[in-house]
Nanobody, 130 residues
């Protein structure tokens, strides 16, 4: 079965950290630009951070620059999102997505998401609250 599976979400206090993981099964991530998106209740899904196939190029939403770091380990077929200095406004369901016919991290990270993204994960809840 071809799928992306996210993990690592949870409840954290403001200022805390979480690391999200996105593992692909049934296909290799090497050929895909990968993005992390999030969706809060009543809001549209927005691009948070995206990474190129090689990992050499990344893109971040202004709201998370300097706090979040995206990385990938193609040998493990996994992409990560390290989230530090979390704020209540980071509360959302976080999704990873894979795009094969996407050729820039900026394009991958647009809001709303591109209609031709190939795979989406099921999402993992991140709640930042004291």
């Amino acid at each position: 079965q071809l799928q992306l599976v996210e993990s690592g979400g949870g409840l954290v206090q403001p200022g805390g950290s979480l690391r999200l993981s996105c593992v692909a099964s049934g296909f290799t991530l090497d050929y895909y630009v990968i993005g992390w998106f999030r969706q809060a209740p009543g809001k549209e899904r927005e691009g948070v951070s995206c990474i190129s196939r090689s990992g050499g190029s990344t893109n971040y939403a202004d709201s998370v620059k300097g706090r979040f770091t995206i990385s990938r380990d193609n040998a493990k077929n996994t992409v990560y999102l390290q989230m530090n200095s979390l704020k209540p406004e980071d509360t959302a369901v976080y999704y990873c997505a894979a795009g094969r016919n996407v050729f820039s991290v900026q394009r991958m990270c647009v809001t709303p998401p591109l209609p031709y993204i190939d795979y989406w994960g099921q999402g993992t809840q991140v709640t930042v609250s004291s």
